[in-house]
């Protein structure tokens, strides 16, 4: 039997997963958040290729923009930031478009390239949504980086597949048990915006949540 829609994960999670799964279980289990810097400008980053309302075609390419996506074989849900379509002879039929397409799915990052595989697996993620709900083969995409101004070309390898396969069943298991791991702290703790939320002290509570819930209990 099909979960219910609410237990389907976030796609987005994923990058926070292979980032840091403390940064997010917090996030996804405890619904904790706070903002930097480094948040807010790359929402506002996000909200610009988010624009629903805006379809362009250029040339042989159809652009969409937000489109919201699912993968009922990984339970995971969210949203391409920009959809590229391709005519192509190996593409699909498009409703209310003559010809094949391609889908070549394109993710829009803050900053610049990371050492880590995070944001190559939320778009790996993306394309098998976009196989399982139109039915098609995707090969490849891109990431753009908004530092760089630059797209790094990203190829959805057997074995990246299998990277977002085996994330996404760890991401389950955790969500399922509630569980918020604890993790040895980094130099990339200095730029998580859950820092305050997230220190060394806290680590050896059994949550956040009932962290904070007995602080606001001591101040009454």
């Keep these: 039997m099909m979960e219910q829609k609410d237990e389907y994960l976030q796609l987005s999670g994923l990058q926070h997963f292979s980032f840091c799964r403390r940064q997010?279980?917090?996030?996804?289990?405890?619904?904790?958040?706070?903002?930097?810097?480094?948040?807010?400008?790359?929402?506002?980053?996000?909200?610009?290729?988010?624009?629903?309302?805006?379809?362009?075609?250029?040339?042989d390419?159809?652009?969409?923009?937000?489109?919201?996506?699912?993968?009922?074989?990984?339970?995971?849900?969210g949203q391409c930031d920009v959809l590229e379509f391709h005519a192509s002879p190996?593409?699909?039929?498009?409703?209310?478009?003559?010809?094949?397409?391609?889908?070549?799915?394109?993710?829009?990052?803050?900053?610049?390239?990371?050492?880590?595989?995070?944001?190559?697996?939320?778009?790996?993620?993306?394309?098998?949504?976009?196989?399982?709900?139109?039915?098609?083969?995707?090969?490849?995409g891109a990431l753009f980086y908004g530092e760089t101004r630059r797209r790094?070309?990203?190829?959805?390898?057997?074995?990246?597949?299998?990277?977002v396969r085996l994330t996404t069943a760890e991401m389950h298991q955790m969500f399922r048990r509630s569980y918020t791991p604890k993790v040895r702290p980094t130099k990339s703790c200095n730029a998580c915006s859950l820092k305050e939320l997230c220190l060394p002290v806290l680590m050896r509570k059994k949550n956040v949540s009932e962290y904070l819930k007995t602080a606001m209990e001591k101040k009454q």
């Excluded at 996804?28 to 958040?33: K, L």
Aim: proline share 3%.
């Design 152 to 163: 790094t070309a990203v190829l959805f390898t057997e074995e990246l597949r299998e990277k």
């Design 61 to 77: 390419t159809l652009i969409l923009r937000g489109l919201p996506i699912v993968s009922h074989t990984l339970r995971l849900s």
């Design 90 to 140: 190996k593409g699909v039929h498009l409703r209310g478009e003559e010809g094949l397409w391609i889908p070549f799915p394109v993710e829009y990052k803050r900053g610049a390239p990371k050492e880590n595989f995070a944001d190559q697996l939320q778009l790996c993620a993306q394309a098998i949504c976009l196989e399982e709900m139109l039915c098609c083969s995707i090969s490849e």
């Design 24 to 59: 997010w279980a917090l996030i996804h289990i405890e619904n904790q958040w706070s903002e930097n810097l480094r948040t807010i400008e790359g929402n506002l980053f996000h909200n610009r290729a988010h624009d629903e309302q805006r379809r362009e075609r250029r040339g």
